[in-house]
């Protein structure tokens, strides 16, 4: 994995640890971040979840209910395009990270795109009611970019609830 890693993102260097965590250093926060605001990355097929590493990690937490998930907001007015309007709207779905760069740029005027951390646990919206700062109300499409496999009854990445061997222990 980390040949096919390597070769797509230059600067990074790989630790690997006994609980099953990889993590990847960067060179600098704008090599970081180029990674995290690119295209999803996929590894055999399967989306890669990518996460900044808080400060105090816990490398034991197998807890993996909160993912970045890239979101699109096809045909935002132009008004809402602002990084406090966006914060605004994105928190409504979970933990806004960062737009990518043609949303930020706003170079591309068809969607605007958000890294947004979202709880798994939880329905994602496929549309949600924003209040324009005019007053008015518009109801808004959510597209959501590869939502990771999640079983809510184990907790972990992989599988569906519905395909759960440990559901009633009987599956």
């Known amino acids: 994995m980390n040949n096919l890693i390597s070769s797509s993102w230059k600067l990074a260097k790989l630790t690997m640890y006994d609980s099953g965590w990889l993590i990847y250093t960067f060179s600098s926060e704008a090599d970081k971040l180029a990674v995290l605001s690119g295209s999803p990355d996929y590894v055999f097929g399967r989306p890669l979840v990518l996460k900044s590493m808080p400060e105090y990690f816990d490398f034991a937490a197998t807890d993996m209910s909160r993912v970045p998930v890239w979101v699109k907001f096809p045909n935002l007015p132009f008004k809402c395009w602002s990084p406090t309007c966006l914060s605004k709207i994105t928190s409504v779905i979970g933990k806004p ?13 068809s969607y605007a795109r958000v890294l947004i951390e979202v709880d798994l646990l939880v329905e994602l919206p496929n549309s949600i009611n924003i209040v324009l700062p005019n007053g008015m109300p518009l109801l ?27 559901v009633g222990g009987n599956k």
């Open 97 to 109: 990270i960062h737009c990518d760069m043609l949303t930020t740029s706003v170079s591309r005027l």
């Open 140 to 166: 808004k499409l959510v597209v959501y970019k590869t939502i990771p496999r999640f079983c809510k009854h184990c907790r972990v990445l992989g599988h569906i609830d519905s395909i759960c061997t440990r």
